[in-house]
């Protein structure tokens, strides 16, 4: 990389940020101030240098005085960052010569004083997250462009599925795993959860309010069905009053179900399927029967066709969907986003769930992560020469240092000074 000496000592890199450029012309500035009072001390002590009494004497001492501090202040300054005037002088050029132990050291204090738990937690608490998030949702049309950024790129990456690589996922990873892993237990054991929850109870609901409304509109398909079973020696209008009574008597007692929550066919379908739970983990003869099952279904070429064929559906119905400014799901998030950062104003708990939930996942990350994360000033330092490292640290921190050299000068003026007036009296 092509570098250009944009001040003595300190080489940097072309093209410098607009930061780094202020911050270079800032560190000029100041390290010219620091050498003007070196100067300045040099030509008046010259000038006063055979004046010995009278307030000329105390000039001629302040200037002296003020030089030598100044010339210590530049050589404890230079000896930061490079030899100063070259000389190879021992504990001098600190930074590039122990720039690993330095990255080391900064690294530990980060991860020791900023990335602990109770820091990250105390921060996010008076952060406010949750509120202020919500306040930028309802501001303009943050909602708005949230939904568009979001579904261009959802919309990209869907685009970018090729339908060869899910085929491939599917058929040479997901289908040989799941036909290599016993799924009987993490069945049964989903069940036994479901059925200790009672979540099944809706979709049992539902069931039996699809096959009674299935019932009552589709009265003749089921009279058919069971004359057709009639023996051929019994009348029709017989069969016909049978049929009707029959399927009369299957809808009152599927609607007998539905409006009995502890009706003996539910309860019996909960005593099955607990038993069904119980067996697909611990009974070897079901387990068998279930793995058998699975793989003849995973068996079936129209497994992974299916599986394709759904999969690209939905692909085209979301990519469709997200380029709709105006269609339903676009219009709905939009809707979701808005009324979530209302709520995040106008519910002081609903904000606070939110803060706790991300303090929670901050601490995680950083109860288990911090480490590795504070690595990367050590991993990044040690990637630099020593004369990067030392250019980089002075171009950030050299202006603040060059005022050790201006309070050398100053002090060591003003220390002259009282020494030699101290000297007169005595």
Do not use: C
């Not at 093209?15 to 100067?39: E, F, I, N, P, Y």
């Not at 738990?117 to 608490?125: G, K, L, Q, T």
């Not at 069969?239 to 399927?247: G, L, S």
Request: charged share 25%; net charge negative.
């Amino acid at each position: 990389m092509t570098t250009t000496h944009a001040t003595p000592g300190l080489a940097m890199p072309e093209g410098l940020s607009a930061g780094d450029a202020a911050r270079l012309k800032g560190l000029r500035r100041m390290r010219a101030l620091a050498l003007s009072l070196l100067v300045l001390a040099a030509v008046i002590y010259v000038l006063t240098r055979h004046h010995d009494t009278g307030w000329l004497g105390y000039v001629n001492a302040g200037s002296e005085a003020a030089m030598v501090g100044a010339i210590a202040d530049w050589f404890a300054v230079t000896a930061l960052f490079r030899h100063p005037l070259g000389l190879p002088i021992p504990h001098t050029a600190i930074i590039p010569n122990r720039k690993e132990s330095l990255g080391e050291s900064l690294q530990e204090f980060v991860a020791d004083n900023f990335l602990r738990e109770d820091v990250i937690r105390e921060r996010i608490a008076s952060a406010g997250v949750g509120h202020r998030v919500g306040e930028w949702l309802v501001e303009g049309n943050h909602a708005d462009r949230l939904v568009r950024e979001g579904s261009r790129v959802l919309s990209d990456a869907l685009s970018h599925v090729q339908e060869s690589d899910v085929a491939a996922l599917i058929e040479q990873a997901l289908i040989p795993r799941l036909q290599e892993e016993e799924l009987s237990p993490v069945v049964g054991q989903l069940m036994e959860e479901v059925l200790r929850d009672d979540a099944h109870r809706g979709l049992v609901d539902l069931a039996v309010d699809e096959l009674g409304r299935w019932l009552l509109h589709n009265h003749d398909e089921v009279a058919a069905l069971i004359e057709n079973r009639a023996p051929s020696w019994t009348p029709q209008w017989l069969d016909k009053r049978v049929a009707t009574w029959v399927h009369e008597q299957i809808v009152e007692w599927v609607a007998d179900i539905g409006r009995t929550p502890d009706h003996n066919a539910r309860i019996a379908l909960d005593k099955w399927l607990r038993q069904l739970a119980h067996d697909l983990q611990h009974q070897p003869e079901t387990m068998e029967r279930f793995e058998r099952l699975k793989v003849r279904m995973l068996d079936q070429p129209r497994v992974s066709t299916t599986s394709i064929q759904l999969w690209d559906a939905l692909r085209r119905a979301l990519i469709g969907s997200l380029g709709d400014e105006t269609g339903l799901l676009r219009t709905r998030a939009k809707e979701e986003l808005d009324k979530l950062g209302r709520r995040l104003i106008d519910e002081p708990g609903l904000a606070a769930r939110v803060d706790t939930t991300i303090s929670d996942v901050a601490a995680y990350a950083v109860n288990h992560y911090g480490h590795e994360v504070a690595t990367i000033i050590s991993a990044t330092v040690n990637r630099w020469d020593g004369k990067e490292t030392a250019d980089r640290i002075e171009l950030h921190v050299g202006r603040d240092l060059q005022f050790i050299r201006i309070n050398g000068t100053v002090v060591g003026g003003l220390a002259g000074v009282a020494i030699h007036a101290i000297s007169s009296l005595l």
